[in-house]
């Protein structure tokens, strides 16, 4: 039971913030109304029954796809440092921290080529 | 928890050829980023060309300071003799691909602008350049000297990626012709992760069979012996087609014709150059060090595939009529030949024989290659490059030196005596004899000789023709590709009047094979 | 036992080949080598625990990672060459042959 502990306790905290955070917010937030406001979510841009231009999405979608990916599969190497961090020392934390300055680097490409914006 | 663990041992000393070329790529991204666009030329020029001088000399100083006797990095990259005569050939390579590299002329203004587009009209006007050509370029070097020295297959197979994914890229970025250029790029990337793949998963089965993929651990298990030996032969096979693709053998070739023609000429010259290079080190890692306990297996397959892909490179050479695909078959031969050397293996002296001859033939082919390529940039209309042979017709008659120039490089790849070709064909036959290999050498002479037709073709086109009246004009080279071109036209005459020294380097590098 | 994992990689291995050699559709071409590289993955994983070390889970990472790289500058590749020729099907891709 002690292992779970940690992980029950993560789990009380993070409910109670999701439910801090819908409560606050209505009391908070600016309320301006709007009919986009009252649509079905869809990642923020307005709900269409069909792809813009005839069944296919704009290009724009597919180089924020790779981005995504790209940044998000990195990631995968701090997995097993996470696990072992304490046990891999200093060695493992100069490693990491140089391992994220080039991803750091990629990413600083990626948003000085505009990259990250939209439009 | 229990204990901290063990801090991995780093070699920084003898990797740092590798760590220069890399952070130098890292540095060129953030020069793409941070520097305005008129400076980054100016930036980019002397940062590669200096990190590739500087893994040069640190390559030299590791040679210079005694050979170790293990691997570096845990066991995962071998720096011994053949690996650092590997990575000075790679790297005075790519040193002077940059040079050709160096002209605008070549690349795209802007590879997102699509052909015809008012988008590139205008980024041409602007004057924009593709300058993420650099770091790539860097990448890409980085991946071969990874690919070429690795001692397991997991580092293998990451210079492999590393290797390849830039190049992929590169050959888009034609200027002229850019749908061939599109297109090339899509060919080798679809049939480039095709046989990576193959590669993986060979990876997967011996790593299944010994339990590790670390070469030396391969080789040892494979002495122990231990069931399952379809999971370890099918294994070989498909590791063995990874390599082999990279390399160009027959049937693995298809690629290499369309990639070469397709991409700009500076690209094609460090690819036909560079990843040769750096593809026979890998293979020769895999199958001498790993699997030399297999060789009763995989040699007979081996036989086969390297008379395969002698007699297809100079056959298909014959049919083309577009220098840059000739020079392309041309080289799928060459990959041929070296497989001979790849074949003759046998006890320890041999074993050193067959590899200095490798060795020594990398090296004056790859200059040839590179040399032979810069000739192809100066050739132009109104076009761009003027590829079609017929083209090329009395080119003797208007430019008398340039077309004696690219005569002599046609002469090296034939393998004539007085050129640096002559002296590579004749250590690699030559090692091939005193293995056994008698036939395939057979094979690797009628196939010269086939070659050697078609080349001296191309000589007489250019000399005895008559010059088309609105035949190609000469572009005055830069002082880049006029460098290259001499360059390349020493070397190759140096290792083909005075070989010895280079011999010799290539004997002691070769003298203690592999570490494991 | 690890044979029904090994033989599922296999198949999902020759479905990808397969799916390589017959697609027209540079992207499903594209979708199918990455369906190998799984296959790969899964191979991996169960050789590392058929042989109780983890070298094959530690590999099993960097395919992935190599795999989504290689993910990126495929379709950078594939999406240039769509825009100009609207069409991405390797058949249509015909102006280098001999």
Redesign the interface.
Known sequence: MDLYAPILVLAVLAAGFAIFSVTIAPFTGPKRWNRAKLDAYECGIEPTPQPVGGGRFPLKYMITAMLFIVFDIEIIFLYPWAVAFDRLGVFGLVEMVLFIVTVLVAYAYVWRRKGLDWD | ?????Q??TIEYALLSPMLIVFGAA?IG??I???APRYLRKSIHMPLTLLALLGAFATTILGAANGLPTSASAMGAVAVDGPALFVWGIILILAFVSVLLINDDEQFVAQ??A??GSSDEEEAVRSGYAQTEVYPLLLFAVGGMLLFSSANDL?AM??GL?VMS?PL??LC?LARRR???S??????Y??LG??SS?FF??G???V??YT???SLRGIGDALGAGSGQETLLLIGTAMLGVGLLFKIGAAPFQAWK??VY??APTAVTALMASTVLVAAFGAVLRVFWVALGGLEWNWQPVMWGIAILTMVVGAI?AI???DIK?MLAYSSVAHAGFLLTGVIATGAAAQNAKALSAILFYLAAYGFTTVGAFAVVTMVRDAGGEAGHLSRWAGLGKRSPFLAGVFAFFLLAFAGIPLTSGFFGKYAVFAAAVSGGAVPLVVVGVVSSAIAAFFYVRVIVLMFFNDPAADGPSIAVPTVGTSAVVALAAAATVVLGVFPQPVLDLADQAASALFIR | MTTHYLVLSALLFAIGAVGVLIRRNAIVVFMCVELMLNACNLAFVTFARQHGNLDGQLIAFFVMVVAAAEVVVGLAIIVMIFRTRRSASVDDANLLKY
């Open positions: 928890m229990n204990g901290t663990i801090a991995p890292i991204v953030l793409e980023a941070f590879a997102a699509v052909p997991l197979f990451v990626e994914l992929y890229l888009g850019r749908l061939l599109q297109e090339a790029s899509v060919k990337f679809l992760a095709f793949a993986l998963y990876m997967a089965l790593y299944g339990g590790t993929v014709p369309d023609q397709g298909l049919t083309q009529t695909r």
